[in-house]
């Protein structure tokens, strides 16, 4: 079990720009979800994948948000034309399948959009 | 509505002394519970969790928590903290997906020396 990885730990941007974060699941696990969050809350969900598809997309997840899984292992979470409002931290986790096999969760990357 | 709630945003402790985190929930049906850990900068990590059964569970660390479905809590306990405790603790509250999982605000616990 080598945990969930993700890259980078940090990125700093300016408004406008378009980002890319990574997420390498627990290999054995087809379940990934991504989560963002903010200071002094909560995570908050924004989708999961079971393998290749994406099954789940919260109502946060604006149309400048996009997450693909193309080969059920490894998962990008993109933000397009990012604002201030989008700086927090996003946390992918993964899990195997059964029922509620608990979240394996990655050191999370930071985001601030300055 | 679904919702769980930890009402204390901070807690502090002193080293070696006894440790209970409130965990409060409203949810519709019976509740899978979870509590998980985040150290500073780092992502969370699971603690324990009830599904069913006896309702008092270990977990890792010397952790443990109760299910009290009366009065729909299931805080979390320590008898004898250590400095390595500072955290944030969050508990969780689902049903059989976790990408439905409801989480509290979280509580920064405070190890005085």
């Known amino acids: 079990d080598t945990g969930v990885s993700q890259d980078p730990r940090h990125k700093i941007t300016k408004r406008g720009q378009n980002v890319t974060f990574r997420c390498d699941p627990i290999?054995?696990?087809?379940?990934l979800y991504w989560y963002r969050q903010t200071l002094g809350q909560g995570p908050e969900f924004l989708t999961y994948?079971?393998?290749?598809?994406?099954?789940?997309k919260s109502r946060l997840l604006s149309d400048r948000f996009s997450a693909e899984r193309p080969k059920g292992s490894f998962s990008t979470l993109e933000i397009q034309r990012t604002e201030q409002g989008d700086s927090a931290m996003y946390l992918c986790?993964?899990?195997?399948?059964?029922?509620?096999?608990?979240?394996?969760f990655g050191n999370g990357t930071r985001l601030t959009v300055t | 509505a679904q919702s769980v709630t930890q009402p204390d945003i901070h807690i502090t402790v002193s080293e070696g002394a006894s440790l209970e985190l409130r965990c409060n929930y409203s949810?519709?049906?019976?509740?899978?519970l979870f509590w998980y850990v985040q150290s500073p900068g780092q992502g969370l990590q699971l603690l324990l969790k009830?599904?069913?059964?006896d309702t008092l569970v270990q977990g890792i660390k010397g952790f443990e928590a109760e299910f009290k479905r009366s009065q729909s809590s299931f805080n979390l306990r320590k008898p004898s903290v250590h400095w390595s405790d500072a955290a944030e603790y969050f508990c969780?509250?689902?049903?059989?997906?976790?990408?439905?999982?409801?989480w509290g605000a979280g509580t920064k616990l405070i190890i005085k020396p």
């Open positions: 986790a993964s899990s195997l399948r059964q029922g509620n096999s608990p979240l394996h």
């Open positions: 009830y599904f069913s059964g």
């Open positions: 290999s054995e696990h087809n379940r």
């Open positions: 994948f079971q393998n290749e598809a994406q099954l789940e």
């Open positions: 969780a509250v689902g049903a059989d997906s976790n990408y439905q999982l409801i």
């Open positions: 949810y519709g049906a019976t509740p899978y």
